[in-house]
């Protein structure tokens, strides 16, 4: 990626989105459904509420129900930041998909993560707000995306990721 893409996809990224909960989201849980083959518990997109034709804004509302934090940790719940990364895949795999004929037939898949880092802890009743931007086109089956996560204006985590686009069988 040249230096000019970079500084245009860090000053995409540099600001929180601003998320309305009135709003009017661009996919709800079902139309991601239509897009996703994740299902809960493991589907951790809750709504799509921006669309560009490289970039993607989605949210994950965290509840204390959510199954992982009977294990990590009881006595002080915190999202495990591998399903932080995974939400995070899951809002640039609808980008993806929806940019493809029949997306019910395709599936993502992890190639690379890189780079990631976590700034703050996310915790019930948190509400996660992720952007991806596409940092390289579909290309080979191959995308890339550089993503960041806030609560609030506070950044909870950010890096680099590629996915692969693959047929089902």
Same mark, same amino acid.
């Given at each position: 990626m040249?230096?000019?893409?970079i500084?245009?996809?860090?000053?995409?990224?540099?600001?929180?989105p601003?998320?309305?909960?009135d709003?009017?989201?661009?996919?709800d849980?079902?139309g991601?459904q239509k897009?996703? @083959?994740?299902?809960? +518990?493991f589907l951790?997109?809750?709504r799509i509420?921006?669309?560009?034709?490289?970039?993607?804004t989605?949210i994950?509302?965290?509840g204390? *129900?959510?199954?992982?934090?009977?294990?990590? !940790?009881p006595?002080? +719940?915190?999202? +495990?930041?591998?399903?932080?990364?995974e939400?995070?895949?899951?809002?640039?795999?609808?980008?993806?998909l929806?940019?493809?004929?029949? @997306?019910?037939?395709?599936s993502?898949y992890?190639?690379?993560?890189?780079? !990631?880092?976590?700034?703050r802890?996310?915790?019930?009743?948190?509400?996660v707000?992720?952007?991806?931007?596409?940092t390289? @086109?579909?290309?080979? *089956?191959?995308?890339?995306?550089r993503? #960041?996560?806030?609560?609030? *204006?506070?950044v909870?985590?950010e890096g680099?990721?590629v996915?692969q686009?693959i #047929?089902n069988k």
């Open positions: 040249d230096l000019e893409k500084k245009e996809v860090k000053q995409r990224l540099s600001v929180a601003k998320y309305d909960p709003a009017e989201p661009v996919y849980v079902l991601i897009l996703l @083959p994740h299902r809960p +518990p951790m997109v809750d509420i921006g669309v560009e034709p490289d970039a993607i989605g994950k509302t965290i204390v *129900n959510e199954y992982y934090f009977r294990g990590h !940790f006595t002080e +719940p915190v999202v +495990p930041g591998v399903l932080l990364i939400a995070m895949a899951q809002v640039g795999g609808i980008l993806v929806r940019g493809v004929d029949e @997306p019910e037939r395709y993502t992890f190639a690379k993560v890189d780079g !990631f880092k976590f700034r802890k996310v915790v019930p009743g948190d509400v707000v992720f952007k991806l931007v596409i390289q @086109p579909l290309e080979h *089956n191959l995308v890339y995306m993503g #960041k996560a806030w609560v609030g *204006n506070s909870c985590c680099d990721m996915a686009v #047929k």
